[in-house]
């Protein structure tokens, strides 16, 4: 068998086009403009890239960016200080704090110093519980994406048995809630779980974040099942040149899966995409207007 493959670049620039035409309708029909800021301290060059790329789609899609680039060594009260304005701010819709954060400043406390309707990221410890209780809350990005991918593939999720490799509170907990939410038999598996390969192997839907390079192997998938693979690995290519991979051994997994993301390609484009999704959502809330439709969970 060779998978079909999830296109999620075309299907991501789908869901930006849906949130392009809803933002277009904002304005003409109420004069509101949604707005996104986003905050980086420091210089990492991966958050710099992913910085850049969020401010251009969110400029594409006819939001406002704000771009707040910190040093390094700002202080955390300074952060503080920056999340309180924009948690005032009427023109912010969205507020996203690019991690990782530098060390001597509390990655928690400042999550959750925002305001959660703002907390376009999902990872504010309210929206964390509103999710794991079935509440309407902001969805984090990446586990959204995922759940866009398997709903236009499968339409209905019910009943399936579902593996998340990862428990992290970015990817692996929300995914494995919001496979819950679709009524999904859930497995939840990590760096202890007993007999990996033949937990998957049960699996109608493995969804891998991992962050370890194509460790999910052809032999570790039930033949037809559909593989989300969420990793992103960069390794070496030979003569200086890197590549990227993910957590799933693409050519072997693809003759085996039904149905399978490429990195790059499948979950990474569905991210930002879901982060418009979010601000527009967030915004429509906030003024008390009717959500797009598709665009939540
Ligand atoms: P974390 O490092 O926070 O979590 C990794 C998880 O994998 C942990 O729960 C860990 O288990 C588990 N794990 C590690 N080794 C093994 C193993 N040998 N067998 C089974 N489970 C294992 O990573 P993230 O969740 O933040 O990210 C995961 C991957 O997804 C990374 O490659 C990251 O780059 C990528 N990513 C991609 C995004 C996108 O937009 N496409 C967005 C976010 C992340 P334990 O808890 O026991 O340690």
């Known amino acids: 068998m060779t998978a079909e493959i999830i296109d999620g670049k075309a299907f991501a620039a789908t869901v930006r086009g849906q949130v ?5 309708k904002l304005q003409a029909g109420h004069g509101i403009t949604p707005g996104l800021a986003v905050v980086l301290v420091g210089e990492d060059p991966a958050s710099q890239v992913y910085v850049r790329s969020k401010g251009k789609q969110t ?3 006819g939001m406002a960016s704000f771009e707040h680039k910190l040093d390094a060594a700002t202080s955390e009260s300074d952060l503080l200080a920056l999340i309180e304005r924009l948690n ?15 060390g001597h400043i509390d990655s928690d406390l400042v999550i959750n110093s925002i305001d959660p309707a703002k907390d376009v990221d999902g990872f504010h410890i309210s929206n964390v519980g509103l999710l794991g209780t079935g509440q309407k809350s902001m969805v984090p990005c990446t586990p959204l994406g995922c759940l866009m991918l398997l709903r236009d593939r ?10 998340v490799i990862g428990r992290s509170n970015i990817v692996g907990k929300p995914m494995a809630q919001l496979l819950l ?42 033949p037809g099942a559909t593989v989300i693979d969420v990793g992103i ?8 040149k890197t590549r990227l991979v993910g957590d799933v051994h693409f050519d072997s997994a693809a003759a ?25 959502t967030a915004c429509c809330r906030a003024n008390g207007l009717p959500e797009p439709q598709g665009l939540t969970p």
């Open 256 to 280: 085996v899966a039904g149905a399978i993301t490429p990195v790059p390609g499948g979950v990474g484009p569905m991210t930002i995409a879901c982060l418009l999704a979010n601000t527009v």
């Open 154 to 163: 499968h339409g209905s999720l019910s009943g399936m048995d579902a593996v």
């Open 59 to 61: 400029v594409e899609a």
């Open 20 to 24: 392009a035409e809803h933002v277009a």
């Open 233 to 240: 690995n960069r390794i070496d290519a030979g003569e200086g």
């Open 88 to 102: 005032n701010d009427p023109q912010v819709h969205g507020i996203l704090v690019q991690l990782p954060l530098p």
């Open 181 to 222: 939410g679709d009524s999904c038999t859930v497995t939840i598996a990590h760096s202890r779980t007993r007999d990996l390969p033949a937990v998957t192997r049960r699996a109608d839907i493995v969804v891998a974040a991992v962050g370890r390079p194509e460790m999910v192997t052809g032999d570790w998938i039930k």
